[in-house]
């Protein structure tokens, strides 16, 4: 059984970073992470992944080079470093995992979320 709790969420301007941090309970090295965000209306969507075996990561069109994920196996944590934020990146975070080590860019295919943190950008 996997736990996952995002936190580092926050209100920031427009052009401003945020670090966003995933704690796992339970299996980690061996499972890929990734990123996911909700919007207000909108469906969950896929922001980046990082893969279990060599730390191959991938990320959505709309927030690369703006956003870098990693993972740090001994401490069991995932990060997403958020920068040049935009008005729209608002969304509530979600943090997920799966056994195996493809980066699969479907919600479904993820066996365990966290509950989410939230991050609003002002204009």
Request: glycine share 12%.
């Amino acid at each position: 059984q996997v736990q996952l709790v995002e936190s580092g969420g926050g209100l920031v301007q427009a052009g401003g970073s945020l670090r966003l941090s995933c704690a796992a309970s339970g299996p980690f090295s061996s499972y890929t992470m990734a990123w996911f965000r909700q919007g207000p209306g909108k469906e969950r969507e896929f922001v980046a992944g990082i893969s279990a075996i060599d730390a191959t990561s991938d990320y959505a069109n709309s927030v690369k080079g703006r956003f870098t994920i990693s993972r740090d196996n001994p401490k069991n944590t995932l990060y997403l470093q958020m920068n040049s934020l935009k008005p729209e990146d608002t969304a509530v975070y979600y943090c997920a995992s799966k056994y195996g080590s493809a980066i699969l860019g479907s919600r479904y295919n993820y066996n365990y979320w966290g509950r989410g943190t939230q991050v609003t950008v002002s204009s």
